[in-house]
Nanobody, 127 residues
Framework: QLVESGGGLVQPGESRTLSCAVS????????MAWFRRAPGKEREGVAG???????????NYAPGMAGRFTISSDGVENAVFLRMTNLKPEDTAVYYC???????????????????WGQGTQVTVSS
């Protein structure tokens, strides 16, 4: 089970960190990713990560997402995080956490390959 938190209303230029708490499995046994769906748009990938025994296997960002977004995971907390900085109104979206043990670097951006999803957390960037 995946449970996101940390969303809310933020001012343009501010930062926010989203959390995805994992239960029923360990973050080290799965590829984890963040996706988002903006109003009227298709769901899009943001960032993905895979760790094993605390070691980073890979970490990828969708085009245009690196720099302002940072994905990380914590084996002790069994959670994945998305640090978002310099937020813009166009970042307004519902952000979803996804997980799957069989996803790799070649297909992490494909939402259809993930078998576990959280309920999403709304991030609204507005002054």
């Amino acid at each position: 089970q995946l449970v996101e938190s940390g969303g809310g209303l933020v001012q343009p230029g501010e930062s926010r960190t989203l959390s995805c708490a994992v239960s029923g499995a360990t973050v080290g046994s799965m590829s984890m990713a963040w996706f988002r769906r903006a109003p009227g748009k298709e769901r899009e990938g943001v960032a993905g990560i895979r760790t094993s025994a605390g070691h980073l296997m890979w970490r990828n960002y969708a085009p245009g997402m690196a720099g302002r977004f940072t994905i990380s995971s914590d084996g002790v907390e069994n959670a994945v995080f998305l640090r978002m900085t310099n937020l813009k109104p166009e970042d307004t979206a519902v952000y979803y956490c996804a997980a799957d043990a069989h996803v790799g670097q070649s297909n992490w951006l494909q939402a259809g390959v993930y078998d576990s999803w959280g309920q999403g957390t709304q991030v609204t960037v507005s002054s």
